[in-house]
């Protein structure tokens, strides 16, 4: 029973296309995150979610756009694809905004052609 | 701002040498400290934290850190390396006030050399 799950796995589209990527946790967390990991395996914070309220947003282009229907999910949709979004994305979820302890998804591959 | 740095951004060890990974951080508040494991194709997941309780911190697979204010260090270590070792290994920090995610070092590769 996958505790953060994420879909789809892999992700390949077309630059300009519009595209969804889908988080899920069964750990009863609050706090819910998105993390971009570059080709040089870099994790930076994209967005956090406390209790389905936006408490960060990281210098991230507009055209992505984060939606937390209720605390379990975090959805992330990302507008007009460009080649530089080309990355893994990560799903994170923790008890508190503390972090002490983050669960991740296995990320989703995104390749922009 | 919070950081961390990892110093080596490839380390190899024989099977059965000790694992040193280095990480260095950077807190102006008493900080949360992470080291997190990365298999090939996989999410990352938790190895040990310091969250200000004892400073020697035992995780899964063998693997400790130790919290060092005075060097303001957290360096990961392993006595005998072992072949199923071999992933990327990331520091983080955190701190206790919940105002700030987890800040990632750039990653150590580790590989383990039979």
């Known amino acids: 029973d996958t505790a953060v799950s994420q879909t789809p796995k892999y992700l390949v589209t077309q630059m300009g296309n519009d595209k969804s990527i889908k988080c899920e946790q069964n750990?009863?967390?609050?706090?819910m995150y998105w993390y971009k990991q570059d080709s040089k395996k870099f994790l930076k914070i994209m967005f956090s979610y406390n209790n389905k309220e936006l408490i960060i947003n990281e210098t991230v282009p507009n055209r992505f756009s984060p939606k937390s229907p209720d605390k379990a999910h975090l959805n992330l949709h990302i507008n007009s694809l460009e080649l530089g979004d080309s990355a893994v994305y990560f799903c994170?979820?923790?008890?508190?905004?503390?972090?002490?302890?983050?669960?991740f998804g296995s990320g989703t591959r995104l390749t922009v052609v | 701002a919070q950081s961390v740095t990892q110093l080596g951004s490839h380390v190899s060890v024989s099977e059965g040498a000790l694992v040193l990974l280095r990480c260095n951080y950077s807190s102006s508040v008493p900080p949360y400290l992470f080291w997190y494991v990365q298999y090939p194709n996989q999410g990352l997941q938790l190895l040990l934290k310091?969250?200000?309780?004892?400073?020697l911190v035992k995780g899964i697979n063998g693997f400790e850190a130790e919290f060092k204010k005075s060097e303001t260090s957290f360096h990961l270590t392993k006595p005998s390396a072992h072949m199923s070792d071999a992933a990327e290994y990331f520091c983080a920090v955190s701190d206790w006030s919940g105002n700030t995610p987890l800040v990632f070092g750039k990653g150590t590769r580790l590989s383990v050399i039979a």
């Open positions: 310091y969250t200000s309780a004892a400073t």
């Open positions: 994170a979820s923790s008890q508190d905004a503390r972090g002490t302890g983050y669960t």
């Open positions: 750990l009863g967390h609050d706090t």
